[in-house]
């Protein structure tokens, strides 16, 4: 298990160019919005994750650390699939909370800022975490391949909770609520193949997403993916 908290998440995402179109509305929110952020104590960026070797022979179930996870996805067309990596990655409780005082105060285009913030900065976070999990993999000689998310095509969202317990959530602060919902709200969770000559997937999370051709994120990848 490896956890990670207090680095320093908003000074990429503070110097990466507005996405979408821009203008100079958009420009002093986003602004404004990073001023916010910058307050003391708002983003308490952490992420926690453990790899999980598999109990059994890969099958549409994978068991591993006492649960089960039906992600048949995961399952490669080549190689051997020997484990998993579950994470969980959060910006604390402060952000959320922000966001709600803004729309109080009625300031609402202001926390809508706020909120795509916070959404740039967590998805920042996981690819660190990403990037830490792949690199343990190598460290074992291991690669990784694929990404699931609860509540995604490929993993129903009632794998939350056995996701958490396998990342170790609690120890970054991270719990399960009602519906699935995960507290702090700004927090996601993931799982990746581990193994041995695993392939590049074919297939991504977001491909049966009806929103795919607008989603920042997407974007956001596919440049990462590009540079």
Known sequence: MRTARGFDILRAVATAPLRGRPSPVRERLRQKALAVAREPGLVDAAYSYCIVPLEIPAADWLHAGGERLHAPWLLPESGTLTAIACAVCTLGPAFEQRISELFAARQASLAM??????????????????????????RRKLCMAGELRPGD?????????????????????VSLGSGGLMHPVKSCSMVMGIGIDLPPVQWSRCDQCPTRDKCRVVERAAAAAAS
């Open 113 to 138: 800022a706020l909120d795509e913030l916070s959404n740039e900065l967590l998805f920042a976070v996981s690819r660190r975490a990403q990037d830490r999990m792949l690199a343990d993999a190598v």
């Open 153 to 173: 095509p490929g993993l129903a969202l009632d794998a939350q909770a056995a996701v958490l317990r396998l990342a170790q959530a609690e120890n970054i602060g």
